[in-house]
Antibody, heavy 117, light 109 residues
Framework: QVQLVESGGGVVQPGRSLRLSCAAS????????MHWVRQAPGKGLEWVAV????????YYADSVKGRFTISRDNSKNTLYLQMNSLRPDDTAVYYCVKELLTAFDYWGQGTLVAVSS | QSALTQPRSVSGSPGQSVTISCTGTSSDVGRYDYVSWYQQHPGKAPKLMIYTVTKRPSGVPDRFSGSKSGHTASLTISGLQSEDEADYYC?????????FGTGTKVTVL
């Protein structure tokens, strides 16, 4: 069965960096686009970034462009999100998500990132 | 990258039908047949309910159906059940990125 397991979240001070990882299993990871989606406490879903199946194309939400970098290692079945210059409004649960025809068919359990001094 | 517009809440009695609207623009909902819907219970990850406007993933009850007209997509829940009480989000592809709706809380009276 498909499993997506995020890790790397935690409490970090404003301006610092954090890298999230997502270990994928149960499907051919190298065949699918992958996304990060976040949800601030008590708020709605916000799309963050996408990477194509082979890593050749990447797109970002305006709110994170220039600060976050999405990447993948298909040899390790792992997705990453490098987050730099973190701000308090980046506080959220970050979900790793598998794409199906531009929809999101499998979600991880999420990892909480809290940006606070 | 403006969020799609959904009503804040809808409600219905068990067995009734409710419809959630999702209004976008000519750059997203109106341009692509790549609208999806997600159900989220408190403290849980979202679950895909509808993709490419009308398709249901395996395991999703046929009480859930999707449609689209112009810039507005809709999710209809027929025969409302208590377990349908949750938050629902629409989502649309825009050509390069993805945008979610503002979210709708469905309450079963």
């Amino acid at each position: 069965q498909v499993q997506l397991v995020e890790s790397g979240g935690g409490v970090v001070q404003p301006g610092r960096s954090l890298r999230l990882s997502c270990a994928a299993s149960g499907f051919i990871f190298s065949s699918y686009g992958m996304h990060w989606v976040r949800q601030a406490p008590g708020k709605g879903l916000e799309w963050v970034a996408v990477i194509s199946y082979d890593g050749s194309n990447k797109y970002y939400a305006d709110s994170v462009k220039g600060r976050f970098t999405i990447s993948r290692d298909n040899s390790k079945n792992t997705l990453y999100l490098q987050m730099n210059s973190l701000r308090p409004d980046d506080t959220a649960v970050y979900y790793c998500v598998k794409e199906l025809l531009t929809a999101f068919d499998y979600w991880g359990q999420g990892t909480l990132v809290a940006v606070s001094s | 990258q403006s969020a799609l517009t959904q009503p804040r809440s809808v409600s219905g009695s068990p067995g009734q039908s409710v419809t959630i609207s999702c209004t976008g623009t000519s750059s997203d909902v109106g341009r692509y047949d790549y609208v999806s819907w997600y159900q989220q219970h408190p403290g849980k990850a979202p679950k895909l309910m509808i993709y490419t406007v009308t398709k249901r993933p395996s395991g999703v009850p046929d009480r859930f159906s999707g449609s689209k007209s112009g810039h507005t997509a809709s999710l209809t829940i027929s025969g409302l059940q208590s377990e349908d009480e949750a938050d629902y989000y629409c989502c649309s592809y825009t050509g390069t990125y993805t945008v979610f709706g503002t979210g709708t809380k469905v309450t079963v009276l």
